[in-house]
């Protein structure tokens, strides 16, 4: 694999890990939807992960990421349409989705 995959794969673990951390390892729809501050946080690292799934894209678009597509379109709609987050999407995909990518990227880098 190359050496730029890699960099964004530890970017998106990365990004993983301080979503954890900003969420206090505890899933709590009401604390995450109370805090502005946390919201904006994930909403950033959301735009890491997709931003740099996509430059994993351009690079190899064999590389085995579920929903790929799915997780920069993610990026682009918090993005450009910052206005029509919905924190219940958001809390969704924090509790669906974003430990499966977890599993694909920890299996991607070992």
Same mark, same amino acid.
Do not use: C, T
């Given at each position: 694999?190359?050496?730029?995959?890699?960099?964004?794969?530890?970017? !998106?673990?990365? &990004? %993983?890990?301080?979503? *954890?951390?900003?969420?206090?390892?505890? $899933?709590?729809?009401?604390?995450?939807? +109370?805090?502005?501050?946390?919201?904006?946080?994930?909403?950033?690292?959301?735009?890491?992960?997709?931003?740099?799934?996509?430059?994993?894209?351009? !690079?190899?678009? &064999? %590389?085995?990421?579920? *929903?790929?597509?799915?997780?920069?379109? $993610?990026?682009?709609?918090?993005?450009? +349409?910052?206005?029509?987050?919905?924190?219940?999407?958001?809390?969704?995909?924090?509790?669906?989705?974003?430990?499966?990518?977890?599993?694909?990227?920890?299996?991607?880098?070992?």
């Amino acid at each position: 694999m190359q050496h730029n995959i890699n960099k964004y794969l530890y970017d !998106i673990l990365s &990004s %993983i890990n301080s979503i *954890d951390e900003f969420l206090n390892y505890e $899933l709590n729809f009401e604390f995450y939807q +109370s805090n502005k501050l946390v919201r904006r946080a994930v909403e950033r690292e959301f735009e890491i992960i997709g931003e740099a799934v996509n430059r994993i894209l351009k !690079i190899d678009e &064999s %590389i085995a990421i579920d *929903d790929a597509k799915r997780i920069v379109s $993610l990026r682009n709609w918090v993005i450009h +349409s910052y206005d029509n987050v919905d924190n219940v999407i958001i809390w969704g995909i924090i509790n669906k989705d974003l430990p499966l990518l977890r599993k694909q990227v920890e299996k991607l880098i070992n």
